[in-house]
């Protein structure tokens, strides 16, 4: 039996009427889903999980520095404490381009608000009272992003993942929500619209467990990225173990010769 395709319309009509409708039902759930698994794990693929590289900053002044091949580099933007300037960042950024599996990182030491970088830096973005050392605390940090932002800019070094280094050896308040606040502070500025990097940069927190504890505990949430710092012999064995609240742990530090290494969890 033979069949004019006019036959077939309706029932070509009625299919793809059906394909479309399951389409508009559909896309928009691979949307919620994909943007889901965007905002939970943003920065899941950004390093390749199983890899090795290494971090440097100004104590590695001149060189010499890691050879290459390595997976990935990170470099420090400050001279060890905030609102300070790693002099080298220029030519460590060079090396840290030559990474085989990632962009460099960059990372930048933070400390609560204390001495001659108070000044002028505690005002803005958010209108404290006088007495209200958390809020300021929050500027401080906002600020201190914002500096080290743009020297890295200065010096040719951009990237879409910061870190944070929280450590005992800078200053830190007796008050856990002062530094909370001040962390809290610089992981805003980097995703707001002030932050030159488009899109905003994926931030997380360079520690240790113990380290943590002591500034800032309980008292962070915001879920954050880890990055465990120290001579860990058995990094992956670390790679379930956050220090943050509700965090991740991605890179593990270790040593390698004279230098600082990183494996990648994720």
């Not at 394909?19 to 943007?35: G, H, M, N, Q, Y």
């Not at 240790?208 to 001579?231: C, E, K, L, Q």
Request: proline share 6%.
């Amino acid at each position: 039996m033979r069949y004019s395709l006019l036959q077939f319309a309706p029932l070509a009509s009625t299919l793809i009427g059906m394909r479309s409708l399951r389409l508009l039902v559909l896309v928009p759930v691979l949307a919620v889903i994909f943007f889901g698994l965007l905002t939970n794990h943003a920065f899941a693929f950004f390093y390749t999980a199983d890899t090795n590289g290494y971090d440097i900053s100004y104590p590695q002044g001149n060189g010499p520095y890691p050879a290459i091949p390595f997976d990935f580099g990170i470099v420090g933007v400050t001279n060890g404490r905030a609102f300070t300037d790693n002099p080298y960042l220029s030519q460590q950024f060079i090396w840290a381009t030559q990474g085989t599996f990632a962009t460099p990182s960059l990372y930048m030491n933070l400390n609560a608000p204390v001495g001659s970088t108070v000044k002028g830096n505690t005002s803005i973005p958010k209108s404290c009272n006088k007495n209200d050392k958390i809020c300021q605390a929050y500027n401080y940090g906002y600020n201190a992003a914002a500096h080290a932002y743009f020297y890295a800019k200065s010096q040719g070094a951009s990237a879409s993942v910061w870190w944070l280094d929280i450590e005992t050896g800078n200053s830190w308040s007796s008050t856990k929500a002062i530094n909370a606040s001040t962390i809290q502070g610089s992981i805003d500025y980097f995703n707001s619209s002030l932050y030159s990097g488009n899109p905003s940069a994926t931030v997380g927190i360079y520690s240790t467990p113990s380290m943590w504890s002591a500034i800032v505990g309980d008292a962070f949430t915001t879920p954050v990225p880890n990055w465990i710092g120290g001579n860990n012999a058995n990094p992956s064995s670390l790679c379930t173990h956050p220090f943050t609240q509700n965090g991740v742990v991605y890179l593990i530090q270790y040593s390698s010769g004279n230098f600082d290494a990183d494996y990648s969890c994720q």
